[in-house]
């Protein structure tokens, strides 16, 4: 089975432009999500960069890793995996998001294997919100899940929610952004030409599959993961390094 890791690296991101370069103790953010993705690599895993920037797929060739130059005009990082799936032909499709550099391969080869076993659901990773992460913050998507572990919503808001008081009891559970695809699952998605109504205003893509019925089989990772969508983030992720180089 062949299986393609497709790590989508956008420049213009909104909220922390040139993220994928943005260096993380000197060392630029792409490269650390491939540097974590590395170990998986055999001759039935590869990696792909798939970016619309330049300087990302210059930077990206010249430290001897791969990379793909997509349109400028893909609205979310799956749109950009969907294009390279129809350049490269592979049983699986894993979306590492770009801004992942704590990722664990572990976590990676979990989602594959859900995809296996799964292969009508779309497999995506989830974890614990951290104690220092807050459940009101708009930069972490919240999911809710049912006894079969398939997702029924994932929001920037709070979720679930509360009409009375907040039980403390109660664990919020947070998008890991690793995703396992077909081609077929990708062909559906960039079928639409534009955002559907609740991944706009979300800004979540993994909607436009929920909202097109299509089931979510949602993995529990054992990610320590942050995701990197501020300075502030680059502060957290740089001494969570320091710690792990000691």
Request: aromatic share 8%; with cysteine; proline share 3%.
């Amino acid at each position: 089975m062949k299986i393609l890791i497709v790590i989508p690296a956008r420049f213009k991101s909104s909220r922390l432009p040139g993220k994928p370069l943005k260096k993380i103790n000197g060392k630029e953010l792409i490269i650390r999500v491939l540097e974590a993705c590395k170990p998986l690599i055999n001759k039935n895993i590869k990696m792909i960069v798939a970016t619309d920037n330049k300087k990302i797929f210059d930077l990206v060739n010249y430290l001897k890793f791969q990379a793909l130059m997509t349109s400028k005009g893909c609205l979310t990082g799956t749109d950009r995996v969907a294009e390279v799936s129809k350049k490269i032909k592979a049983d699986i499709y894993v979306n590492v998001q770009g801004d992942e550099p704590l990722i664990f391969f572990d976590d990676i080869k979990k989602i594959i294997e859900a995809k296996k076993k799964f292969p009508k659901h779309i497999s995506c990773g989830y974890c614990n919100l951290k104690n220092d992460e807050s459940a009101d913050n708009k930069n972490i998507p919240k999911i809710v899940i049912n006894k079969k572990s398939e997702l029924l919503y994932i929001s920037r808001s709070a979720i679930p929610s509360f009409k009375e008081k907040k039980d403390k009891r109660l664990k919020f559970l947070k998008q890991v952004c690793i995703y396992g695809f077909n081609r077929n699952d990708l062909n559906l998605f960039s079928s639409f030409k534009k955002k559907t109504f609740l991944e706009k205003y979300e800004d979540i893509e993994i909607l436009r599959f929920l909202e097109n019925g299509k089931k979510i089989k949602m993995v529990k990772l054992s990610s320590s993961s942050y995701a990197v969508d501020t300075f502030d983030d680059i502060k957290k992720v740089e001494k969570i390094f320091k710690k792990l180089d000691k």
